[in-house]
């Protein structure tokens, strides 16, 4: 019943209360004093509960289509000084919908009626939810109006999900499958276009997906082109993208200070959106500009159009134009474990930075027979020795071994970012970025194996993994900070949050951070040795396992 | 004012020089570069003079660096020419930049550098973006622009 109270006591007390209302002169010890001496018996401990539902039954008689007259004439309401009871039976009234039916081990209401959700009627609801439909988009605050069982349904919805989770785990696909009917019928019930039933309704898909379709999730990916379109729309819809960019490019343009060749090694190009904002500040850096490489990792494109030496020709137009010397290498494949050191070409007097946004964690998924690809990758980056290893990760642990866990992780991840989305006011900039986020979500909850890409990990075990590949970290210091409140503050959305994280800057909605950017440089080698050789002194024992 | 006109009229044998501000667009400028945004645009509307004139870049850079803390260095001027030019700046950037920083009185504000580098990134990003939907290049079917979030209100 109640969203946060324990759902059991209430049924117990509506029958506690309905048995000691009969003849009893004293209120029992439990009975609020003050309501009992106006005639009404409430228990304490229903008390925030009560007054919750005399809330939303105001909202519900306000909001109300029709007239109320039949509250007078066909309701029959008994015993009003049970104020719990009569509360909870006038809002049953207003919707006149019996509760959904479940099998009885996962029935967490009232215990109340169970009927046959097929043959529920559907007008009523469509009168609410056309006056929740109606509540002004502008409101960021998102206190959208909501029915008592609107909000029941849309906890009940969070509650099916978890459950049809957890029996995809144990492998009862017959109960995951007529769990994902029951939560299809729930979803007529609430408002799909923002909140938990938006975000519930794309979880739905992707668990319907992976338990009648497994087949077809492979091909959910899209084409090269698509993905960069979808890419482009998320950059465009908030401000993730565009944190991760200028982030990474203020720690870029710091570890580039006093050097004349620099060489950016970029693991995922798509549209080259980050580097114009470099290329601009380094052609008005103190001193003037380096001479400027940069190196596009990016997919094949199909058709046979060169789209990563597009890209490199748009670069190198603009870079011509503000007068930096710039040039374009682009390295086409498909996976990121397929690119190897010789490719990039890196000169050993330059300067390299390596930009990842969003790629390490797709070298996480381990194939046994051979050596695991995140290992292989982050150790011929070191031996680069890059100046700085610019990381942006989803600050999520989706990774996990277990499936329920992996998805309930998900489920609050994305309700966070999808909250944070409804306050983008451009389409439909708003729609495709979300078509890029459910992209994301079928991955982390169909897929399994080489093809479960999306292996979010948390900052803190990205920095044990970095620290044991030999790397320390670099603090992105008070610029870096500055410029991504200055961006925040030109988005008009109120809840995003700019924090520092142990010299990491961390991105997220309100209390969740959702985006981590970290700067990482080469551990150097062991004291010892440099020092020896400084001053001169050739160890002739040298122990090369000595750390 | 009635003397004057009395004089003048008297005087209109006389051909007695008058000042219009059009004969000498030096002073015209040195007026239009004092002053802000909006009212450069009501000045632009004026007359063709007036609007060839404001559309002088100098004019727009005085006042997108007028309130700066210390003076841009002069590489700025090339770049920001390359990219579109101050009036550009100006519209695109600077003034949506501006009024979402601060809340008081945008023309009084000191500009920090930070926010004057930011703009200049953005602007970047802005030209880049056209130059993709000119071209045949791989982004010219994506019509939108990293800096339409700029043209949203504010969030009251």
Same mark, same amino acid.
């Given at each position: 019943m109640g969203p946060y109270g324990s759902t059991t006591c209430s049924g117990v007390s509506r029958s506690a209360s309905s048995?000691?209302?009969?003849?009893?002169?004293?209120?029992?010890?439990?009975?609020?004093?003050?309501?009992?001496?106006?005639?009404?018996?409430?228990?304490?401990?229903?008390?925030?509960?009560?007054?919750?539902?005399?809330?939303?039954?105001?909202?519900?008689?306000?909001?109300?289509?029709?007239?109320?007259?039949?509250?007078?004439?066909?309701?029959?309401?008994?015993?009003?000084?049970?104020?719990?009871?009569?509360?909870?039976?006038?809002?049953?009234?207003?919707?006149?919908?019996?509760?959904i039916s479940l099998p009885?081990?996962?029935?967490?209401?009232?215990?109340?009626?169970?009927?046959?959700?097929?043959?529920?009627?559907?007008?009523?609801?469509?009168?609410?939810?056309?006056?929740?439909?109606?509540?002004?988009?502008?409101?960021?605050?998102?206190?959208?109006?909501?029915?008592?069982?609107?909000?029941?349904?849309?906890?009940?919805?969070?509650?099916?999900?978890?459950?049809?989770?957890?029996?995809?785990?144990?492998?009862?696909?017959?109960?995951?499958?007529?769990?994902?009917?029951?939560?299809?019928?729930?979803?007529?019930?609430?408002?799909?276009?923002?909140?938990?039933?938006?975000?519930?309704?794309?979880?739905?898909?992707?668990?319907?997906?992976?338990?009648?379709?497994?087949?077809?999730?492979?091909?959910?990916?899209?084409?090269?082109?698509?993905?960069?379109?979808?890419?482009?729309?998320?950059?465009?819809?908030?401000?993730?993208?565009?944190?991760?960019?200028?982030?990474?490019?203020?720690?870029?343009?710091?570890?580039?200070?006093?050097?004349?060749?620099?060489?950016?090694?970029?693991?995922?190009?798509?549209?080259?959106?980050?580097?114009?904002?470099?290329?601009?500040?380094?052609?008005?850096?103190?001193?003037?500009?380096?001479?400027?490489?940069?190196?596009?990792?990016?997919?094949?494109?199909?058709?046979?159009?060169?789209?990563?030496?597009?890209?490199?020709?748009?670069?190198?137009?603009?870079?011509?134009?503000?007068?930096?010397?710039?040039?374009?290498?682009?390295?086409?494949?498909?996976?990121?474990?397929?690119?190897?050191?010789?490719?990039?070409?890196?000169?050993?007097k330059e300067a390299v930075a390596v930009n990842s946004i969003m790629q390490l964690h797709r070298l996480l998924g381990s194939d046994t027979n051979r050596n695991s690809p995140i290992e292989m990758v982050l150790s011929w980056i070191r031996n680069l020795n890059p100046k700085i290893v610019a990381v942006v990760e989803q600050e999520a642990d989706h990774n996990k071994p277990g499936f329920l866990d992996r998805f309930t992780e998900a489920l609050y991840y994305y309700s966070n970012m999808f909250d944070s989305l409804e306050a983008c006011a451009m389409q439909p900039e708003k729609a495709l970025a979300e078509i890029y986020i459910q992209r994301e979500i079928c991955n982390v909850v169909c897929c399994e194996g080489a093809a479960r890409v999306e292996r979010h990990e948390p900052l803190d075990k990205w920095r044990t993994r970095l620290e044991q590949a030999g790397f320390r970290p670099l603090h992105l210091g008070s610029n870096a900070y500055k410029q991504a409140s200055m961006l925040l503050t030109l988005f008009s959305a109120e809840g995003y949050r700019v924090e520092e994280n142990q010299g990491c800057l961390t991105l997220g909605w309100h209390n969740r951070p959702l985006i981590a950017a970290s700067g990482w440089q080469v551990m150097s080698m062991p004291e010892a040795t440099t020092n020896q050789e400084a001053v001169g002194i050739i160890n002739q024992n040298n122990n090369p396992n000595h750390i | 004012m009635h003397q004057n006109q009395n004089t003048s009229s008297q005087d209109s044998k006389e051909k007695r020089p008058k000042f219009f501000i059009n004969d000498h667009i030096d002073i015209l400028v040195e007026i239009l570069k004092r002053l802000d945004g909006p009212s450069l645009g009501v000045a632009a509307c004026v007359c063709h003079l007036w609007s060839t004139v404001a559309r002088n870049d100098t004019i727009w850079e005085h006042l997108c660096f007028r309130h700066v803390s210390s003076p841009p260095p002069c590489s700025v001027r090339h770049v920001v020419v390359a990219l579109g030019g101050y009036k550009r700046l100006y519209r695109v950037c600077m003034r949506p930049v501006l009024s979402r920083l !601060?809340? %008081?009185?945008?023309?009084?504000?000191?500009? *920090?550098?930070?926010?004057?580098?930011?703009?200049?990134?953005?602007?970047?990003?802005?030209?880049?973006?056209?130059?993709?939907?000119?071209?045949?290049?791989?982004?010219?079917?994506? !019509?939108? %622009?990293?800096?339409?979030?700029?043209?949203? *209100?504010?969030?009251?």
């Open positions: 048995s000691s209302s009969s003849s009893v002169t004293k209120p029992p010890a439990d009975i609020d004093g003050c309501l009992a001496d106006a005639g009404y018996k409430v228990r304490s401990s229903d008390l925030r509960h009560v007054a919750q539902r005399l809330e939303r039954l105001e909202t519900v008689m306000v909001n109300s289509p029709g007239d109320l007259s039949h509250l007078a004439s066909d309701a029959v309401l008994y015993n009003p000084s049970d104020l719990a009871t009569w509360v909870d039976s006038l809002l049953t009234e207003f919707n006149h919908q019996p509760l009885s081990d996962l029935d967490f209401s009232d215990g109340a009626v169970i009927n046959n959700p097929a043959a529920l009627p559907r007008e009523t609801w469509t009168d609410n939810s056309s006056v929740i439909a109606a509540a002004p988009q502008q409101n960021h605050n998102q206190l959208t109006v909501v029915t008592a069982m609107e909000e029941d349904s849309g906890i009940r919805l969070v509650h099916l999900l978890v459950t049809c989770a957890e029996s995809v785990q144990r492998g009862d696909l017959a109960l995951a499958g007529s769990l994902i009917e029951n939560m299809q019928a729930l979803l007529t019930r609430v408002n799909t276009s923002c909140g938990i039933g938006k975000v519930a309704g794309y979880f739905i898909d992707a668990l319907s997906r992976r338990i009648f379709s497994p087949q077809t999730v492979g091909s959910a990916s899209g084409s090269v082109h698509e993905n960069e379109l979808l890419y482009h729309y998320f950059y465009e819809a908030c401000p993730y993208l565009k944190f991760a960019h200028f982030t990474a490019n203020q720690a870029i343009l710091e570890a580039f200070d006093g050097h004349d060749c620099v060489h950016v090694i970029d693991f995922n190009l798509m549209h080259g959106l980050q580097w114009p904002a470099l290329i601009q500040a380094l052609a008005l850096r103190p001193g003037g500009p380096p001479l400027l490489r940069l190196t596009g990792i990016g997919p094949p494109s199909p058709d046979g159009r060169d789209s990563l030496r597009e890209i490199g020709l748009r670069l190198a137009e603009l870079a011509r134009s503000v007068n930096v010397g710039f040039a374009f290498r682009g390295v086409a494949a498909s996976r990121l474990e397929d690119v190897k050191p010789w490719m990039l070409q890196v000169n050993p | !601060s809340d %008081s009185d945008m023309v009084k504000r000191v500009w *920090t550098r930070d926010e004057i580098q930011l703009s200049l990134s953005l602007f970047c990003v802005d030209y880049y973006e056209r130059s993709g939907r000119l071209g045949a290049g791989g982004g010219g079917d994506a !019509s939108a %622009s990293s800096l339409m979030f700029l043209c949203n *209100t504010v969030n009251v």
